[in-house]
């Protein structure tokens, strides 16, 4: 049975081969007008035209918190549809980037890509007879990379199955085959992509069948801290959702940031009472503090006035 680590291991070799990050890329959307899968986006790449983006976006849009839901649905049915119009849709792709950086997106894509890729390629490899982690790692690829089921078939009628031929012959018989089938596909972005089968064989070669850390995956590092990381790190502002911008409106502007605002200006020299209401009092003791120190008079209490103010 494959451990987490092992699985972890796996799946950060095929996140580099989509993705070219061990921990893949949950934002990235890609598009090439030769690829059958057309538009791809998520932690590996998940495609508009297999239908599975499709799912994966509605899966988010359900989720609980999704930042980007209500922007992101009215294109459900579409990519339900497979509509190619989308493949150059600039404000979908701009939204899904945006959306790869909501923490809830791609925990929606870790359980998406569990559910729809992992578990049947476990599901698969253990109905071969295939249990070590590379062997499961091999069939994992060729689950989210497409075609597993049609090169097992040509390697299962040329030298029997897993059971019958050994787990380890066989699995060195399909990387050799699917690599031959990569390289002479018709379609020429597929050539490009031996390079995954070129990784495993030097697994092969090095006899890491455990997935043993650290390996090369493209050229890419994979050790402990890639695998066992806390994931992609969540960008978002530090900055106080409540720190506003204050200034004369209609209606007026209420609350304590107004009052510390007055009572400073107060102790600026400004004749000013602290009611918490920003009113047009208010707007002339700020506009004539912003005049004394040299601010800009626009009549608008931010960053540089507080900090004008020593209100920071």
Known sequence: MVSDLQKRTAQAIINVFETGRPRGDYASVVFHPQDPGQLTYGRSQTTLASGNLALLIAAYC???????????????????????????????????????GDPVMRATQDAFFDRVYWVPAVTSAASAGIATALGTAVVYDGTVHGAWALIRDRVTAAQGTPKTAGEKPWIKAYVDTRRAWLAGHSNPLLRLTVYRMDTFRELIGADNW???????????????????????????????????????????????????????????????????VFGPATDKALRAFQKKRKLVEDGIAGAAVRAALKMV
């Open 62 to 100: 359900r989720a609980d918190g999704a930042v980007f839901a209500e922007a992101l649905r009215p294109y459900l049915g579409r990519l339900q549809s497979r509509d190619p119009a989308l493949n150059t849709d600039v404000a979908l792709r701009g939204l899904l980037r945006e959306a790869g």
């Open 210 to 276: 455990d997935l043993t850390l650290p390996l090369r995956a493209h050229g890419t590092l994979i050790d402990a801290a890639a695998v066992l990381g806390t994931g992609a790190p969540i960008i978002v502002s530090a900055a106080e959702a409540e720190t506003r911008l204050l200034s004369l409106q209609r209606p007026f502007l209420a609350g304590d940031d107004v009052r510390q605002l007055q009572a400073a200006l107060a102790r600026a020299g400004h004749k000013l009472a602290a009611d918490g």
